[in-house]
C-alpha cells in the first residue's frame, strides 16, 4: 500500500512478471519487453533489474519472499 517510484525499465520488469504470476518468466521474454535495445543484450541488465526491484518492493531484498531467481532460465513472481 506504499507508492513507490519505479524508472521505466524497472516498471516494465514489474509488469512482465506480474503478467504471470507463480510462473517462471524467461530471460528472453523480459528483455524483449523491455526494450528494442536490450532485445541483443546480455541477461546481466536482468540481474541487475531484478536486484534493483527487490530493494524497492521487498522489507528484507536479502531474502526475497517476491522475486525469485530461477537459475538460468528466469524470474518468478511469487502469487502468495
Not at 58 to 71: A, F, G, K, M
Amino acid at each position: 500500500g506504499i507508492p513507490v517510484d519505479l524508472t521505466s525499465q524497472l516498471f516494465q520488469f514489474l509488469v512482465t512478471l506480474a503478467s504471470k504470476p507463480g510462473q517462471v518468466v524467461e530471460h528472453a521474454e523480459l528483455l524483449f519487453a523491455l526494450d528494442d535495445e536490450y532485445q541483443i543484450s546480455s541477461t546481466s541488465i536482468l540481474y541487475v533489474l531484478a536486484h534493483r526491484l527487490r530493494h524497492s518492493l521487498e522489507h528484507n531484498s536479502n531474502t526475497p519472499q517476491l522475486i525469485h531467481t530461477v537459475r538460468g532460465i528466469g524470474y518468478l513472481l511469487n502469487d502468495h
